[in-house]
């Protein structure tokens, strides 16, 4: 019953929170359609974005370029710092030569790398794709170099000693092993990669959701600014469902293995 | 996985990857194949600090923008920590008011800090007030749930026992979830100042007028590569003394609490 009760309250308080933006914006007047948009207006806005398009670009245009930077910058950021994380966790001298490096630049956030990016590669993909990659970056080596320091140590001695070949203990005992925090990395990861998306194309871009919110700021038109962060927030709530799924299916066998997850 | 390493020996491996790195970087921009424009040397970064300690750039130097970062952060992370860690320890005391919450939070949590920028500007102004709404958004989620976490980890028999006693709801919340939920509300509010100073310097690259992260816009748009990595220094730096500084009071409060 407690999951009945529980989603009860949640879909009442959604409803309650429906109509006062209603009564408040729509009916009443009460926040002026200038500030918050109506519910009348953020329908039109959305309308307007899917039919006629805004920004030069409909909103599937927007979404998908926003999507595809936003892959290619994650990606990017697991081919590279999964294995270096690997590495780091497994090399004691790796991880001594490069830790000093990496304690030095980590403490400066994605979005501050910005505009260095656009004074490299102007306003163009390749800029964002960069900082996405920054962002993404570091919770992928991090939490990968955490995961192979919890691998127990007889797991480890056990395969040393029946002589298991370099790549074969990689992927076999190394990456198994890593994947439960891998996989927290790369959560985190796509959470950077989405909040430094949005901040690149608010900066300076030609499409993407990023430059929708933008153009609508600048012309003061609420209610697309609306639907743009409702489709920030769905989208980035369907690739982390996404990444989720693809944790399932690769930690299946964890599952399987005893329930101790 | 390997023995432990000698210190001295981390030491050096250590040392050798900082020289590498600053070595990597001065031959580069010094070998003439890249514009110094596209990458100056660490000692042409170096000198640009200094100068922009005394000289002004973009409206006031490096100080007076760090200055006015700094106000926005406060105001923003206070706000969230005032807000969001009462809220979360309700939220964790009472199943009804965790019901009506929870749904509006994970809904909201979704949408990137940034991306309150329009609307920020729209309710508040590109001066002080848009600007901290977007650090409390960033900061916010974080307060709110390790105070939640906290508060619903304590041990029941606590709270039994001081129901039992006939505690008045209030000084259960004060003296019993609160003090056992310090660890974690720590915890949330390290991380939660982490985001707060990233977002912050978003929404300074965005919208602001002051600041390193408006000073950064304005050496972008001059072409001023050495002002856009002296600014990410000046980013990084304050941030590891933010953290540093939470730490601290970590350590006095676990210290206060007898490791509790």
Redesign the interface.
């Known amino acids: 019953m407690p999951l009945s009760?529980?989603s009860a309250?949640?879909v009442t308080?959604?409803a309650v929170?429906a109509l006062a933006w209603v009564l408040l914006t729509g009916v009443s007047g009460l926040v002026s359609p200038?500030?918050?948009p109506t519910p009348a207006d953020t329908w039109a806005a959305g309308i307007q974005a899917m039919m006629r398009g805004y920004g030069d670009a409909t909103l599937v245009v927007h979404v998908l370029q926003s999507l595809k930077l936003v892959a290619l910058g994650f990606l990017a950021s697991i081919a590279v710092g999964v294995p270096l994380g690997l590495l780091m966790g497994?090399s004691?001298?790796a991880e001594?030569?490069?830790?000093?490096?990496f304690m030095?630049?980590r403490?400066?956030?994605?979005?501050?790398?910005?505009?260095?990016a656009?004074?490299?590669l102007g306003l163009g993909d390749g800029a964002k794709i960069l900082v996405i990659f920054f962002a993404a970056f570091v919770p992928s080596v991090i939490n990968t170099q955490v995961g192979v320091?919890t691998i127990e140590?007889p797991v480890?001695e056990a395969a040393r000693m029946l002589g298991t070949p370099r790549w074969r203990f990689v992927r076999e005992v190394l990456v198994p092993g890593a994947s439960p925090m891998i996989f927290t990395g790369l959560r985190l990861s796509l959470q950077a990669s989405?909040?430094t998306l949005?901040?690149a194309e608010?900066?300076g871009a030609l499409a993407g959701l990023?430059h929708m919110?933008?153009l609508?700021?600048q012309d003061?038109y609420?209610g697309m600014?609306l639907v743009?962060?409702v489709c920030?927030?769905?989208f980035?709530?369907l690739t982390?469902a996404l990444l989720g799924a693809v944790e399932r299916r690769a930690l299946a066998w964890k599952r399987t293995r005893g329930g101790a997850a | 996985?390997?023995d432990v390493?000698d210190p001295a020996?981390?030491l050096l491996?250590?040392?050798?990857?900082?020289i590498?790195?600053f070595g990597l970087w001065a031959a580069i921009s010094g070998s003439g194949l890249v514009a110094p424009?596209?990458l100056p040397g660490p000692l042409d970064v170096a000198r640009r600090l200094v100068f922009l300690l005394t000289e002004s750039f973009a409206g006031g130097t490096l100080l007076v923008h760090l200055w006015s970062s700094l106000q926005r952060f406060a105001a923003g992370y206070l706000l969230a920590a005032a807000v969001g860690v009462p809220l979360g320890l309700l939220m964790g005391r009472f199943r009804?008011l965790d019901?009506?919450?929870?749904?509006?939070f994970d809904?909201?949590r979704?949408?990137?800090?940034?991306?309150?920028?329009?609307?920020a500007?729209?309710?508040f102004g590109t001066g002080f007030g848009g600007p901290v709404l977007i650090i409390f958004s960033g900061a916010f989620p974080p307060c709110l749930l390790n105070a939640y976490r906290g508060a619903k980890h304590v041990d029941p028999r606590y709270l039994e026992a001081a129901e039992m006693l006939g505690t008045p709801s209030g000084r259960i919340i004060t003296e019993v979830l609160l003090p056992a939920s310090v660890p974690s509300i720590i915890a949330g509010l390290r991380i939660g100042a982490?985001l707060g100073?990233?977002?912050l310097?978003?929404a300074e690259?965005?919208v602001a007028s002051t600041g390193v992260?408006y000073l950064?816009?304005q050496?972008?748009s001059a072409?001023s590569?050495t002002t856009?990595?002296v600014?990410?220094?000046a980013?990084?730096?304050i941030?590891?003394l933010i953290?540093v500084a939470l730490r601290t009071i970590e350590a006095r409060i676990h210290r206060r609490l007898g490791g509790a």
């Open positions: 009760r529980r309250v949640g308080t959604l929170v200038g500030r918050f497994w004691k001298t001594a030569v490069l830790n000093p490096v030095l630049l403490p400066i956030p994605p979005l501050a790398w910005i505009p260095l656009i004074l490299w320091k140590r480890i989405w909040t949005v901040a608010l900066v990023g919110l933008n609508a700021q003061l609420p600014i743009g962060m920030v927030a769905i980035g709530a982390t | 996985m390997t390493m020996r981390r491996l250590g040392a050798c990857g900082l590498g790195f424009t596209f009804t019901d009506i919450v929870s749904p509006l809904g909201l979704f949408i990137a800090p940034i991306a309150w920028v329009p609307f500007a729209l309710w982490g100073w990233q977002s310097v978003g690259l965005i992260g950064m816009v050496a972008q072409v590569t856009v990595m600014g990410m220094a980013i990084g730096f941030g590891v953290d």
